[in-house]
C-alpha cells in the first residue's frame, strides 16, 4: 500500500486523529477545572507517554488487521499520524498553551517520535513472519 493511498483511506486517517484526541481528552483528567495539575509535572508527562503510547499500539494493532503490515506501510502510517499529531497540537494545544515551537518541541513534539519507531518497528516483525 502506497503513501497516497493511506493518505486517502478513510480509518487509516481517523485512528491518526484518534491517536491524538484520545490522549488529549484523557489529559483533562489530571487538571483541575482551574487549569492547574492534580498530579506532579513529571508524572503528568511520565502518564501521558504511557497513554499516549498505549493508544497508538493499540490503533495501530487495529489499523494492521485491515492493512497488509510491512516495512513501507509502518513507516507511511506511523509519519502520516506523527504530521497529524503535529498539526493538531500546533492548531489547539500551542495556542492552549502559550508555548512556541521551541519549547513545544523541546517538550511534547519529540515524543510523537515514537508513532513512525513503534509503527515501522511493528512493520518489521510482520514481514519478517511470512
Do not use: C
Request: net charge neutral; glycine share 10%; aromatic share 14%.
Amino acid at each position: 500500500m502506497s503513501f497516497h493511498s493511506l493518505l486517502i483511506n478513510p480509518r487509516v486517517l481517523i485512528f491518526g486523529v484518534l491517536s491524538w484526541a484520545l490522549p488529549f481528552v484523557m489529559s483533562f483528567f489530571f487538571f483541575t477545572p482551574q487549569g492547574e495539575l492534580l498530579v506532579a509535572q513529571p508524572l503528568f508527562k511520565s502518564l501521558m507517554v504511557v497513554l499516549g503510547g498505549g493508544v497508538g499500539v493499540f490503533l495501530l494493532m487495529l489499523t494492521f488487521k485491515r492493512i497488509q503490515p510491512s516495512v513501507v506501510t509502518g513507516v507511511s502510517i506511523g509519519v502520516l499520524w506523527l504530521l497529524i499529531n503535529w498539526f493538531l497540537d500546533a492548531l489547539i494545544l500551542l495556542p492552549m498553551s502559550g508555548m512556541s515551537m521551541g519549547e513545544y518541541m523541546y517538550d511534547i513534539g519529540l515524543r510523537y517520535l515514537l508513532i513512525p519507531i513503534i509503527s515501522t518497528a511493528m512493520g518489521v516483525v510482520a514481514e519478517q513472519q511470512q
